[in-house]
């Protein structure tokens, strides 16, 4: 079986730092991947891990850590346009096809 | 903008209209998906096209028919539709079904039955 978990919603200020957890429990984990999706519109890829550590892209990082199955994105600087649902996903074995998590709301405040 | 292109971009039809849904990729990709979503639910994977051929079927009802002409193109014909089938339908495409790369979503066909 499979279960990616990660917070329903999560609020923070204009400017400041955001960490966004996940936590799964896959057979056959491959690599995890983070998605941005605005209200109504398609999922836009952001990051993708496959071996421990950090990746770094601009304002968005991304850690795995395989041994715990968990994974967090962080966002830098925000800004009011990072409103949006981050979904967390996962691909398994020699399987293309992603499993995603529930996804977090963020709402970014002045 | 997306590389992946999906048409139409709103969908409305009736319970007994036949229609279809295409998707559109040029950057080479050799697998082709179908995910279906739910307002504040996550995508849920349809079907998987590795290289034309159907690879993945999640035990979708078969009024919904999908159809891989060739490698650019992917289609997704509706009948009988059911009231709960509207969603947003998501087209994506990755470089080859078993590399591991991340999937690139078409802006989606928002489907309305009634």
Known sequence: ?110 | DTEVTQTPKHLVMGMTNKKSLKCEQHMGHRAMYWYKQKAKKPPELMFVYSYEKLSINESVPSRFSPECPNSSLLNLHLHALQPEDSALYLCASSQDYAGGGPLHFGNGTRLTVT
């Open chain 1, 1 to 110: 079986g499979q279960n990616i978990d990660q917070p329903t919603e999560m609020t923070a200020t204009e400017g400041a730092i955001v960490q966004i957890n996940c936590t799964y429990q896959t057979s056959g984990f491959n690599g995890l991947f983070w998605y941005q999706q605005h209200a109504g519109e398609a999922p836009t890829f952001l990051s993708y891990n496959v071996l421990d550590g950090l990746e770094e892209k601009g304002r968005f990082s991304s850690f795995l850590s395989r041994s715990k199955g968990y994974s967090y994105l962080l966002l830098k600087e925000l800004q009011m346009k990072d409103s949006a649902s981050y979904l967390c996903a996962c691909s398994r074995g020699s399987q293309g096809n992603l499993i995603f998590g529930k996804g977090t709301k963020l709402s970014v405040k002045p």
